[in-house]
């Protein structure tokens, strides 16, 4: 069974510049998080899909960061205009569903730097 | 209101020594408990999981966690450390769906695992 997949796995842009990721779940997974880590720290959420609604996404930037999840299926994440400190790995994740005993997969990251 | 407290930032340990790395937690409902383990550039991979069954749990890799109500704790062990060990670890915490809202996940700030040789 494929895991999570999520591209591109490094991106280098010049400030003010926009860039998107990409994340296709585990099939069959209805929920799907994005999470923000930052060097040394552990992952923080940005957004968590339950098919296709944005049930949690307070702590989603909503001035330069969005999201979509059409179909319920893969998710795109974008940031508009990037700034220095969005420099980080965005994580995707996904779940079967929304119990809390349901157990999260991760895709291996992108990791983003802006200069 | 929930959260992770990781009570170690580093750990240094020699090869074929037992590993703990300790993990409190903070929670307004019965929580589910998850340790992942992190590779250099790889993603998180879950190492085991607490869901109010067993409280002595069994993870991949000879790994084990015990969840200890009383304390609000739920350390990670392994008997023998072996030098693919060394990663950086995290506990989660994870509220139940009756918690008023949304399921709440939440990560600690990690513990880097060394091992001698």
């Known amino acids: 069974e494929a895991g999570v997949v999520q591209s591109p796995r490094y991106k280098i842009i010049e400030k003010k510049q926009p860039v998107a990721f990409w994340c296709n779940p585990i099939s069959g997974h209805n929920t799907l998080y994005w999470y923000l880590q930052n060097l040394g720290q552990g992952p923080e959420l940005l957004i968590r899909?339950?098919?296709?609604?944005?049930?949690?996404d307070s702590q989603l930037p909503k001035d330069r960061f969005s999201a979509e999840r059409l179909k319920g299926v893969d998710s795109t994440l974008k940031i508009q205009p990037a700034e220095l400190g969005d420099s980080a790995v965005y994580l995707c994740?996904?779940?079967?569903?929304?119990?809390?005993?349901?157990?999260?997969?991760f895709g291996p990251g992108t990791r983003l730097t802006v200069l | 209101a929930q959260s992770v407290t990781q009570l170690d930032s580093h750990v240094s340990v020699s090869e074929g020594t037992p590993v703990l790395l300790r993990c409190n937690y903070s929670?307004?409902?019965?929580?589910?408990l998850f340790w992942y383990v992190q590779h250099p550039n790889k993603g998180l991979q879950l190492l085991l999981k607490y869901t109010s069954a067993a409280t002595l749990v069994k993870g991949i890799n000879g790994f084990e966690a015990e969840f200890k109500k009383s304390e609000t704790s739920f350390h990670l062990t392994k008997p023998s450390a072996h030098m693919s060990d060394a990663a950086e670890y995290f506990c989660?915490?994870?509220?139940?769906?009756?918690?008023?809202?949304?399921?709440?996940?939440?990560f600690g700030t990690g513990t880097k695992l060394q091992v001698i040789p």
């Open positions: 899909y339950e098919n296709e609604e944005a049930v949690d």
């Open positions: 989660v915490v994870s509220a139940p769906p009756n918690s008023g809202g949304y399921q709440k996940v939440t």
């Open positions: 929670s307004s409902y019965s929580p589910s």
């Open positions: 994740a996904s779940s079967l569903g929304q119990a809390s005993t349901d157990t999260q997969y």
